[in-house]
């Protein structure tokens, strides 16, 4: 795999854990937050604060510009950044988790984001399973970071 891998690039390739090396990096294609997106992500999970729903409460914050979307759907936008550039073309692999997650600026209706991602450490589990640690920062039209994820994958290892 080479840095900056898409989709396209990747083709119908699939790869073990023993493929991926410390420092190697991809960028996910652009996504724009739209409305209806924070609306379905409220709906579904009953969030209500204001922060995600009144624009006037928004514009009297000293941290908001206005209605801004929620820090988990970013987050799961970002997962399925990481999941649709680096995921799909690994053999057998499941997300393990997260170790660290930081909202660093609001994202907006109109923002388009995209994903940096680097592999940051490999760690062999088993004779079966390693554990891929790759490090997403998503950043907006601007080039500014609006959210960092350090997200754990096991993937299957060459038999």
């Known amino acids: 795999m080479s840095d900056l891998l898409?989709?396209?690039?990747?083709?119908?390739?699939?790869?073990?854990?023993e493929d991926y090396a410390v420092g190697q990096a991809f960028r996910s294609h652009g996504r724009t937050i739209t409305d209806a997106d924070i609306r379905t992500y409220l709906g579904a999970t009953g969030t209500d604060h204001p922060n995600h729903t009144d624009e006037e409460?928004?514009?009297a914050h000293p941290l908001l510009?206005?209605?801004?979307?929620?820090?988990?759907?970013?987050?799961?936008?970002?997962?399925?950044?990481?999941?649709?550039?680096?995921?799909?073309?690994?053999?057998?692999?499941?997300?393990?988790?997260?170790?660290?997650?930081r909202y660093l600026r609001p994202v907006y209706v109109r923002d388009t984001l995209h994903a940096e991602i680097r592999v940051a450490a490999c760690t062999v589990r088993d004779d079966t399973w390693g554990v891929v640690t790759v490090e997403a920062t998503a950043r907006n039209q601007r080039d500014e970071p609006v959210l960092f994820d350090s997200h754990l994958l096991i993937v299957q290892r060459r038999p």
């Open 65 to 101: 510009e206005g209605v801004c979307a929620p820090g988990v759907l970013v987050l799961g936008i970002v997962d399925g950044f990481i999941a649709d550039t680096v995921t799909r073309y690994m053999s057998s692999s499941m997300n393990y988790g997260h170790d660290r997650i």
């Open 57 to 59: 409460y928004c514009r």
């Open 6 to 17: 898409t989709p396209e690039q990747a083709g119908t390739a699939r790869f073990w854990f």
